[in-house]
């Protein structure tokens, strides 16, 4: 199975900052990453797939990047919306495998 | 507008049997594959199982955490995704959520999971 080390678990940052969250699979996943935010009590909502495909209606401040298994999900000019817990997920083949979250909180 | 509706959680004990239906609308059912996941209290999300559309064979996978105890199966003239789940065990409680899959543009797989559910609450406890 590919493990998917997602880090931080946890930041804290303050309405207009950029943050960056990396992703680390244990074996290559080509170009089959995903990422999804979920705020508490609601359905995880796709982000950005194909590593830095922005999905449709998502602001363009959440972007994507890497390659292989290194992966980054970068959020410029955080917005109050924006804090919640992020996960990246391997498409690459099954099983399919999140990362542990990354935990968005307000400074 | 897409919407994926789970129905049929709620308390079960340990060893017994419960059946997940997601009821779609918006979209052909049948031209996608459908996956379901699910995530523990307080935990991280899990993948548990998918199926393919009938097209690319109607073929099914499982997470090893649940193969051989869960089934996934779809019913296109109904436009419903099922999870029957036998042999529940305490660590399957969980919300357990619907998903539309999204194949590759060269369709050599899968990409995403661009629609979810709002979820359906499993209790498994004696």
């Known amino acids: 199975d590919i493990q998917m080390t997602q880090s931080p678990s946890s930041v804290s940052a303050s309405v207009g900052d950029r943050v960056t969250i990396t992703c680390r699979a244990s074996?290559?996943?080509?170009?089959?990453l995903a990422w999804y935010q979920q705020r508490p009590g609601k359905a995880p909502k796709l982000l950005i797939y194909?590593?830095?495909s922005l999905q449709s209606g998502v602001p363009s401040r959440f972007s994507g990047s890497g390659s292989g298994t290194d992966f980054t999900l970068t959020i410029t000019s955080l917005q109050p919306e924006d804090f919640a817990t992020y996960y990246c997920?391997?498409?690459?083949?099954?099983?399919?495998?999140f990362g542990g979250g990354t935990k968005v909180e307000i400074k | 507008e897409v919407q994926l509706v789970e129905s049929g959680g709620g308390l079960v004990q340990p060893g017994r049997s419960l059946r997940l239906s997601c009821t779609v609308s918006?979209?052909?059912?049948?031209?996608?594959?459908m996956s379901w996941f699910r995530q523990a209290p307080g935990k991280g999300l899990e993948w548990v199982s998918f199926?393919?559309?009938?097209?690319?064979?109607?073929?099914?996978e499982y997470a090893g955490s649940v193969k051989g105890r869960f089934t996934i199966s779809r019913d296109d003239s109904k436009s419903i995704a099922y999870l029957q789940m036998n042999s529940l065990k305490t660590e399957d409680t969980a919300v357990y959520y619907c998903?539309?899959?999204?194949?590759?543009?060269?369709?050599?797989?899968?990409?995403?999971?661009?629609?979810w559910g709002q979820g359906t609450l499993v209790t498994v406890s004696s």
């Open positions: 998903t539309r899959a999204q194949l590759r543009r060269d369709r050599s797989g899968y990409s995403h999971f661009d629609h």
């Open positions: 918006g979209f052909t059912f049948g031209d996608y594959a």
């Open positions: 199926i393919r559309a009938k097209f690319y064979g109607g073929t099914t």
């Open positions: 074996q290559g996943v080509s170009s089959w």
């Open positions: 194909a590593v830095s």
């Open positions: 997920q391997q498409v690459n083949a099954f099983p399919l495998t």
